[in-house]
């Protein structure tokens, strides 16, 4: 049982328990793979997605990750409350400071890069924290939203929050208290925001998510996590504060070699060649940077 602060003793290379990692063309495809169990969450699946998370934040050579789910009837179901009382629930019921205990999504590992998430099937509860952390949400139309924390005596909160960004405040207090006897369809949720894209299929819509992943390797790594951290930062604070924020990341890619290199790529009408070191610095030539 490896506990969640040895999450770095996981072993990526050998089989996951409750999920696959996979890294192709510098895309991780993280995939929820307990189709049997409604591809719900157990303790021990906590801190191997804390492993995961840190190795697409921290290598290089992975530049965009997606997550999605094995089957088609369920995305993620959630929390196993099954598993409420294993020798290891305490990694998920931790009396700790939230920035110490909640390491499930993108958001909560201070990820910078893109992350596609990709919704078939049912989604509920847990396994909207990986529906509100996510940069862009695609979904099939078979895919359906619902919350039911308060059903089984727990509180909806981390991921209903972000429920609450992504909707407009009824919506997701209607999903929130009304719990199992409100499930908002893949089409309602397109409507609201919720979703970004609408597929018929599960199949397209894995097939876009793909493409979309190959997309986004053709910008800018550093200038793609700036990007990120302004819009994400915003909404953690005032509209002028933001702003403030915002400036000081577009000026830090100033100096970064992706800031001349882009220009230099479209003049000369060729892909352009990425640094993706987030720390790389272009060496001063005299000029003016803007």
């Keep these: 049982m490896t506990r969640l602060d040895d999450y770095q003793s996981i072993d990526l ?3 996951l328990e409750g999920v696959r990692f996979e890294v192709r063309d510098q895309i991780a495809f993280i995939t929820l793979t307990r189709v049997d169990r409604g591809n719900s969450l157990t303790p021990g699946m906590h801190s191997i997605f804390r492993r995961i998370w840190s190795e697409v934040r921290d290598q290089e050579e992975i530049r965009v990750a997606v997550i999605g789910a094995e089957g088609t009837r369920h995305f993620c179901t959630g929390f196993d409350v099954g598993e409420a009382n294993s020798d290891d629930s305490e990694d998920v019921f931790a009396d700790r400071p939230l920035a110490e205990a909640v390491f499930w999504s993108p958001y909560q590992n201070r990820v910078s890069k893109p992350v596609i998430c990709a919704v078939n099937g049912l989604c509920v ?6 529906v509100v952390d996510s940069d862009i949400v695609l979904a099939s139309t078979n895919a359906a ?3 039911t924390h308060v059903n089984v005596g727990m509180v909806g909160a981390l991921e209903n929050i972000g429920l609450a960004r992504r909707l407009p405040l009824g919506s997701a207090l209607r999903m929130t208290l009304m719990g199992r006897h409100y499930r908002m369809s893949a089409d309602r949720a397109y409507q609201l925001g919720l979703v970004d894209e609408l597929y018929g299929t599960p199949d397209a819509m894995h097939a876009a998510a793909d493409e979309m992943a190959h997309q ?8 793609m996590a700036r990007s990120k951290q302004a819009v994400w930062g915003s909404m953690e604070h005032g509209y002028e504060e933001a702003l403030g924020r915002g400036w000081e990341l577009l000026k830090s890619q100033w100096s970064h ?4 290199e882009g220009p230099r790529a479209f003049t000369e009408k060729r892909a352009p060649r990425w640094n993706p070191d987030p720390s790389a610095r272009s060496e001063p030539d005299g000029g003016s940077e803007i």
């Design 13 to 15: 290379e050998r089989p």
């Design 257 to 260: 070699p992706d800031f001349k």
């Design 216 to 223: 986004l390797l053709e910008n800018s790594p550093a200038a």
């Design 125 to 130: 509860g847990g396994g909207h924290h990986f």
């Design 145 to 147: 939203f619902s919350d």
